[in-house]
């Protein structure tokens, strides 16, 4: 049986509580982040692997530690909602410090125009091994505002499920266009839809910045 605060999560708007944006994340995106393409554990998606250490793949720094990328794997539709409303992506952008410190940094993309670095992630989901530098910061437009960001306790959505992980869910939407959303949904070894559905809030605290 699954106990815990689990994810995903219907994700309010406004959050449950605010507090002064001097305690929000701190989000540094990498512009040449070098990345391998592996099959997930469930058999059924993708993932980008952060393959080149040299590099600066990106960092979110949240109640004084500071996490790095480790991969990257997509969702459609998306497994957290903003105000009760399913996107047609999520991107889930894991963070690390340790095995057992570990963030998750999530972003919604709707329909819009073509989006070039996310067609590199695409064009890499073809076949496992497939290395690609991508411009993260491109590929999510704006995104990581401190003032549009809502953190959260959660879950793996994935077996196990692991708890107490923390999440950081942007408001600001970045886009791909319908045709890219297709593709995605006819990767081979790609199994949609793949979210977990929404979990119990649990009355736990969504905190939102001002």
Do not use: C
Request: glycine share 6%; charged share 15%.
């Amino acid at each position: 049986m699954v106990t815990g605060l689990q994810s995903p999560i219907q994700v309010p708007n406004n959050g449950t509580v605010s507090v002064p944006i001097a305690t929000a994340p701190v989000i540094n995106q990498g512009t040449q982040v070098t990345s391998i393409a592996e099959l997930a554990s469930t058999g059924q998606n993708f993932e980008m692997k952060v393959s080149d250490l040299t590099q600066s793949p990106g960092t979110v720094a949240f109640e004084g530690i500071t996490y790095s990328l480790d991969q990257l794997h997509v969702h459609n539709p998306s497994e957290n909602t903003l105000d009760g409303r399913h996107f047609p992506i999520e991107m889930h952008l894991v963070h690390k410090r340790s095995d057992s410190e570990v963030l998750v940094l999530a972003i919604f993309f709707d329909n819009g125009p073509f989006n070039p670095e996310f067609d590199k992630v695409l064009n890499a989901f073809q076949k496992e091994g497939t290395e690609i530098t991508i411009d993260v910061n491109k590929m999510l437009g704006a995104g990581t505002s401190r003032a549009q960001l809502l953190t959260f306790e959660g879950s793996l959505t994935t077996p196990p499920f692991t708890t107490g992980l923390q999440w950081v869910v942007s408001k600001e939407i970045a886009k791909v266009s319908p045709e890219q959303i297709a593709r995605y949904q006819n990767t081979p070894q790609v199994v949609t839809p793949n979210n977990r559905p929404v979990q119990d809030l649990q009355n736990r605290t969504v905190t939102a910045y001002f």
